[in-house]
C-alpha cells in the first residue's frame, strides 16, 4: 500500500511541475486605448442588437448579434433556430418599448470578451392592449467572433411594475 500511495504522490508532483512549468507566466494587459476600444465596439454591437429587438422588423438582423457557440445566449431556447422561433412569436404577440436611455455598463474582460449588463424601465403591450411596465434587468458576455462581436451567453430579470388596461384591453 506504501508503494502505490507513493507512485500517487510522485505523479501529482510530476504533474504539478508539469503543469507550472508549462501554464503562461504573463497575464493578458490591455492599454486604456484598447480597453475603450473594444468598449466602444461591444456597446455598438449591444446597441445593434437591442435596436433590432426593439424595432421588431428584420429578424435576421436580430439573429445576426447572436452566437450559435454554445447553442443560443438566452437559457430559453436550445438553439439559435428555437430563438427564431421564439421571438418571432414572441414579436407577434407583443410590442417592446424601452423608456428611456439604456445604461450600458461594460466590463473589458480581454481584447477579444466583455461582459455588458444594463437596467432599464421597458414596457410590453400585447395584442389585446394591455400595457404592462417592467424593470428589465440583462446581464451578458460578448465574444470576438470572425464575423463580429456576438452575444455569447445571456441573463434577464423581468420585474412587472405596474399593468396599464390599454385602448383593446378586456373589460
Not at 21 to 39: D, H
Not at 41 to 51: F, L
Not at 94 to 121: M, Q, S, Y
Not at 123 to 131: A, E, K, L, M, S
Request: charged share 20%.
Amino acid at each position: 500500500m506504501k508503494a502505490v500511495l507513493a507512485i500517487l504522490a510522485a505523479l501529482l508532483a510530476l504533474g504539478a511541475l508539469f503543469y507550472f512549468y508549462t501554464a503562461p507566466t504573463e497575464t493578458c494587459e490591455m492599454t486604456e486605448a484598447e480597453i475603450a476600444q473594444v468598449e466602444a465596439e461591444v456597446i455598438a454591437a449591444a446597441e445593434g442588437q437591442h435596436r433590432a429587438w426593439r424595432s421588431q422588423q428584420d429578424m435576421d438582423e436580430y439573429m445576426s448579434y447572436h452566437s450559435g457557440w454554445a447553442g443560443t445566449p438566452w437559457p430559453n431556447w436550445q438553439s439559435l433556430d428555437d430563438l427564431r422561433t421564439g421571438m418571432t412569436a414572441n414579436w407577434a404577440r407583443w410590442d417592446f418599448d424601452v423608456i428611456g436611455e439604456i445604461p450600458w455598463e461594460v466590463r473589458v474582460l480581454g481584447p477579444e470578451v466583455a461582459a455588458v449588463k444594463w437596467v432599464v424601465p421597458t414596457t410590453r403591450t400585447d395584442t389585446t392592449g394591455i400595457v404592462r411596465v417592467f424593470d428589465t434587468q440583462i446581464a451578458c458576455v460578448w465574444v470576438l467572433e470572425e464575423t463580429g462581436w456576438k452575444m455569447l451567453v445571456a441573463r434577464e430579470t423581468w420585474t412587472r411594475v405596474e399593468e396599464v388596461a390599454g385602448p383593446n384591453a378586456p373589460d
